[in-house]
């Protein structure tokens, strides 16, 4: 009698085992469709990668040098660099030599980023590059130190053309030419901490204008030999300014009509993990609708987990028509849990979850990319798509934020799928090729997941 009450409860665990079984694969049975149309364009993109600033001398010293470059530069198929202006050589503008720097650290970074310069275009001769400043020379501060302050007056009031004239001095002294500049990153934010400089979009009493120096600057590095275009106003937020109004808006608005803005540029710190996503679409659309007569790129930010990383960069690519997107911490010191590589006093390196994560978007997004229009019948993933400008590959990333498995279809209006190729993520599991996925069948997005889908079209 107890062997059959056994035999009752194994038969009854079977079943329910395989009930079980039955109902989680139900669960997914359903699949969405993703559709995107070709036809409906928005953003020429320049594409995904980084910056380059503290640190980066580590990559120069290290023994494996050659691997990092390769992973940076090549594997991650990164579209554009930010390199940081360390131009401030001692006793400027008397003397305007590299020999001697301000200090010992600035000579430093001012050396890695003419190497680095070098060395990603060896690996990746399409590569775009974005020389930012975080300040002048100190002999152009108010207080006379690279750190905090702001633009030093003179008889004559601030000095813009020593400014501009300083510009010229960079461009002349560093042994490359960036395609793009920035003349000050985050233009009212100043610390004690790191090389910084207080300004305001017009002049004030106080604060020299952004505008008449970035006019300026445009006047006296117009006239070289393939200039370096001018990006702006590098604002820290597109929130609420310390002065007033939005930050971002206030910056950009002197500068919209100029002919020698090529781009506007923005950071997005008012935003955290807290904070998104239900605060960043307003402020996204607002430089997608209020400054949409000239590309826009975001040029710094870090600080989500990386998940939430991708969710946010689909959102700017597609809420602000963002067409490039720099992660802050690129490369940065071992104890950096946000860095994409981590890179030790001895050169050893680290990749993390955001390395695979930015290579989602910067592999199969290139300069040239237009991104496309898609829709699906429910909003439960986020996503951006790409189109080549040869029209026959579409590049779609993907995030699931849900814990739960979805399952999706992928459908291209008017136009006849080829093949589909697909790389997907999860915790402990990156960037795995899942090979060449069925025309016909739908694909697995896991929980908590980035995916990369190449569709290639007849």
């Known amino acids: 009698m107890k062997r059959h009450s056994i035999l009752i409860l194994i038969s009854l665990l079977i079943a329910f085992s395989s009930c079980k079984e039955k109902e989680d694969t139900e669960t997914v049975v359903?699949?969405?469709?993703?559709?995107?149309?070709?036809?409906?364009?928005?953003?020429?993109?320049?594409?995904?990668?980084?910056?380059?600033?503290?640190?980066?001398?580590?990559?120069?010293?290290?023994?494996?040098?050659?691997?990092?470059?390769?992973?940076l530069f090549?594997?991650?198929?990164?579209?554009?660099?930010?390199?940081?202006?360390?131009?401030?050589?001692?006793?400027?503008?008397a003397v305007k030599t590299t020999d001697v720097m301000e200090t010992?650290?600035?000579?430093?970074l001012f050396n890695t980023a003419n190497q680095?310069?070098?060395?990603?275009?060896?690996?990746?001769?399409?590569?775009?590059?974005?020389?930012s400043s975080w300040g002048p020379s100190s002999a152009l501060k108010s207080n006379d130190k690279l750190n905090n302050g702001t633009l030093k007056k003179d008889e004559s009031g601030f000095m813009y053309e020593a400014f501009a004239d300083y510009w010229t001095d960079i461009l002349d002294h560093i042994s490359f030419t960036p395609d793009y500049i920035s003349i000050q990153n985050e233009p009212s934010w100043g610390t004690d901490s790191w090389e910084s400089c207080l300004w305001r979009p017009v002049e004030t009493t106080e604060y020299p204008g952004y505008n008449t120096a970035f006019d300026l600057v445009y006047n006296n590095i117009s006239t070289r030999l393939n200039p370096p275009k001018m990006i702006g106003p590098e604002a820290e937020n597109i929130g609420t300014s310390s002065f007033g109004g939005n930050t971002f808006g206030a910056f950009s608005d002197p500068l919209k009509d100029k002919a020698s803005l090529a781009m506007y540029a923005f950071h997005t710190y008012n935003f955290s993990a807290t904070t998104f996503p239900d605060e960043t679409v307003t402020?996204?659309?607002?430089?997608?609708?209020?400054?949409?007569?000239?590309?826009?790129?975001?040029?710094?930010y870090s600080g989500m987990a990386w998940l939430k990383t991708a969710q946010f960069i689909t959102r700017v690519v597609n809420e602000a028509n963002a067409s490039a997107y720099l992660y802050w911490d690129m490369m940065w010191g071992e104890s950096n849990s946000f860095a994409m590589m981590q890179?030790?006093?001895?050169?050893?390196?680290?990749?993390?979850?955001?390395?695979?994560?930015?290579?989602?978007f910067s592999k199969n997004v290139d300069l040239g990319y237009k991104r496309i229009d898609a829709g699906m019948t429910v909003s439960l993933l986020d996503y951006?798509?790409?189109i080549s400008p040869e029209l026959d590959k579409i590049t779609i990333v993907i995030v699931n934020p849900l814990n739960q498995n979805i399952n999706v279809n992928f459908s291209v209006a008017n136009e006849t799928l080829s093949g589909i190729r697909a790389y997907q993520t999860v915790e402990a599991s990156y960037y795995k090729d899942?090979?060449?996925?069925?025309?016909?069948?739908?694909?697995l997005m896991k929980p908590l997941s980035i995916t990369t889908v190449v569709l290639e079209l007849n």
């Open 74 to 93: 090549e594997d991650l198929g990164t579209d554009m660099i930010r390199l940081k202006n360390s131009y401030y050589p001692s006793g400027y503008p």
């Open 283 to 300: 402020a996204l659309n607002m430089i997608r609708d209020s400054y949409g007569n000239k590309p826009c790129i975001m040029t710094e």
């Open 434 to 443: 899942l090979g060449v996925i069925s025309l016909t069948k739908p694909l």
């Open 104 to 108: 010992a650290g600035q000579k430093t």
């Open 116 to 131: 680095l310069y070098d060395l990603a275009r060896s690996y990746n001769p399409e590569i775009v590059t974005l020389l």
């Open 384 to 386: 951006s798509a790409f």
């Open 343 to 360: 890179v030790d006093y001895n050169g050893n390196y680290t990749l993390t979850p955001f390395y695979y994560l930015m290579k989602h």
């Open 30 to 71: 359903k699949a969405y469709t993703l559709t995107v149309d070709p036809s409906v364009t928005y953003q020429e993109m320049i594409g995904f990668g980084g910056a380059l600033t503290w640190y980066s001398d580590r990559i120069i010293s290290s023994p494996k040098k050659n691997e990092i470059c390769k992973l």
